[in-house]
């Protein structure tokens, strides 16, 4: 694809031999609309190094720069020397090379032999996959196609949260009142029926606390009940999780979570205690950050059992080991940011360089209308829910509207679950949330069905054509303002990713995504596509056939299908 940016640092630096290229590209600037112009460069820098006016050097420019194919004009507004880019150069570069990469335009190879581990998900066996989790299993998801799709080894590692306390207390509560086959019936909400009843118990009743931390301590030394009752609990746990995962598309490379490292516990607290970086505190082992402005991290309790920070300690060194990574990402809600600084600067003391590779990608919270969202307290929206109903609700419109579909359950499906994960992924991921179910529901305006069937609408009028498509068109018929603007567009789409990548926020292809179908839509309307006229039909189809391209791979690099018809 051509460059425009950098024929106008080459047309400059060769009249200006007294800047360098680099000195010469942070000259250029962006004009706010296309009619100044698509780059211009402000002289004003030049004129103390040719004493003179601006102006007059803007307007010697473009004297000396004379014509370029590359540009249709380049002109000068008073000390700004304006490129207007050649359309017709710009619609070819950018048709042909969205063709001719199909859907790996935009795909590079940056990342070659790279691993880049994005952790993402993590929900804690035997609890509610709840919509809390929602952000955390489709921000990563993305992530995970965004990174592979640049080029690099990405590996998706789902650190389950099936260790620790809870254990203990859902083991009591399941041999006091629990029952299997009612439990595998229907496990997760068995299980949280459990939960909450322990929690409601213990406050009649404190010793179930103590019961709880001596069975999570037998689970930790290899006791064989406690082994079997926790392996079932993780068992259908899974299977229900699993549930959701197949209707995201979602697969994990590893689902080494927290359990997974209970046994290099002792040996991470030996290499923390060589390294003199733990202190004793009231018999338990704690790390003190205090001169990193931090709270004490605690390392390992008094009755000598782990922690979650502990885990992950030994599960990055574990990563590093392993995978090598160049990035170890965390896709984990905001509230453990101190969580993350902690283990950051724990690993960094602990001698390891490769600790400025671990990135925490924090994102804001969600919360139900009436307040917070309360496992405990058995207030919780289950995920599984929200994806059902999203897909029943498609199915009526459909019904309604489109009963004679093909293959309606599977578009429904692809549908109403594209426009949870779409609306999920719409805003930037660090602001706070109130779920509402009219919001996730919500098929109108700038949403994953608006953008689904805009990509459906090319599809239907590059069959109805019937003709080949191909490059060989007369690309002097998309010059046009709404054919240009979703030129450009297209043309931005592969910084577009990169720019996701770099700043880990997949609602930056979203918008993207959006902006395309609107302009698609606009050039839809304005510009009828089936004509008479043999050449015109042609070209139009090609930008119709590249708009299809680019929309297809926004969304699947968001997590989002695109059926072909809806
Ligand atoms: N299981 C934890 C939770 O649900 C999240 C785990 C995040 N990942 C990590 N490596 N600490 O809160």
């Known amino acids: ?58 307007e010697e420019l473009v004297n000396k720069i004379g014509d370029n194919k590359y540009f249709q004009k380049i002109e000068n507004e008073g000390p700004y020397l304006n490129f207007f880019i050649n359309r017709i150069v710009l619609v070819e570069s950018v048709l042909k090379e969205v063709n001719s990469k199909d859907n790996k335009y935009g795909a590079t190879n940056v990342g070659k032999d790279r691993n880049v581990i994005v952790e993402f998900s993590s929900p804690n066996i035997a609890k509610p996959f709840h919509i809390g989790h929602i952000r955390t299993t489709v921000i990563g998801h993305s992530l995970y196609r965004i990174y592979d799709y640049l080029g690099f080894n990405a590996l998706a ?23 299997r086959k009612v439990i595998e019936g229907n496990p997760i909400p068995e299980l949280l029926k459990l939960y909450i009843k322990f929690h409601e ?41 699993n549930r959701v995962y197949d209707m995201l598309n979602i697969k994990f490379d590893s689902l080494a979570g927290e359990s997974f490292y209970s046994d290099k516990m002792p040996e991470i607290v030996d290499l923390m205690e060589k390294e003199g970086i733990l202190t004793d505190s009231q018999d338990a082992k704690i790390v003190d950050l205090e001169k990193y ?56 003391l602990m001698g390891y360089g490769w600790s400025e590779d671990c990135i925490h990608v924090p994102f804001g919270m969600v919360s139900l209308g009436e307040g917070t ?26 019904g309604s509207k489109n009963p004679n579909l093909e293959n309606k359950d599977k578009i429904a499906e692809q549908i ?77 789409f592969p910084n577009i990713v990169i720019a996701a990548m770099e700043k880990n926020e997949p609602s930056i292809i979203t918008r ?14 304005e ?35 695109a059926p072909e018809k809806m």
């Open 527 to 561: 510009c009828p596509i089936l004509v008479d006229d043999n050449e015109l039909k042609k070209a139009r189809l090609l930008l119709v056939k590249s708009a299809k391209i680019v929309l297809k791979t926004g969304l699947y690099l968001i997590g989002v299908e």
């Open 512 to 525: 993207h995504i959006v902006d395309i179908a609107q302009a698609f839509n606009k050039f839809y309307h």
């Open 293 to 348: 402005d931090m709270p004490p991290a605690l390392i390992k309790k008094k009755d000598g059992s782990t922690l979650y920070l502990t885990r992950d300690i030994a599960a990055a060194k574990y990563r590093k080991e392993t995978y090598d990574f160049y990035k170890n990402i965390y896709v984990v809600g905001s509230q453990q940011n101190l969580h993350f600084k902690q283990l950051k600067k724990i690993l960094d």
């Open 157 to 179: 590692i789902n650190h389950l949260g099936d260790y620790g306390t809870q254990f203990g207390k859902l083991i009591v509560a399941f041999k006091k009142w629990g029952d």
């Open 373 to 398: 969202m309360s496992t405990r307290k058995g207030r919780v929206v289950f995920l599984e829910d929200v994806l059902t109903k999203a897909v029943e609700k498609t199915k009526e419109i459909i």
């Open 201 to 241: 118990e213990a406050e009649e009743n404190p010793e179930l606390e103590d019961k709880a931390r001596e069975w999570f301590y037998k689970l930790e030394n290899n006791n064989e009940e406690a082994k079997e009752l926790w392996q079932w609990m993780r068992d259908v746990s899974l299977k229900e999780f």
């Open 416 to 492: 109403g679950i594209g426009a949870v994960v779409f609306q999920e992924l719409s805003n930037s991921r660090i602001k706070d949330y109130v779920f509402s179910w009219d919001r996730a529901l919500t098929f109108e305006g700038e949403t994953g069905p608006y953008v689904q069937y805009t990509h459906a609408r090319a599809n239907s009028v590059l069959s109805k054509a019937g003709i080949e498509v191909d490059e060989n068109v007369d690309y002097s018929l998309l010059t046009n303002e709404e054919a240009i603007n979703l030129v450009r567009l297209l043309d931005n």
């Open 1 to 58: 694809m051509i460059d425009f940016k950098q024929k106008v640092i080459e047309l400059v630096s060769e009249n200006v031999k007294e800047l360098d290229k680099n000195e010469i590209k942070d000259l250029i600037e962006v004009p706010p609309n296309y009619d100044m112009g698509d780059y211009a460069i402000p002289c004003f820098r030049l004129a103390k190094i040719f004493r003179k006016a601006p102006n007059m050097i803007a």
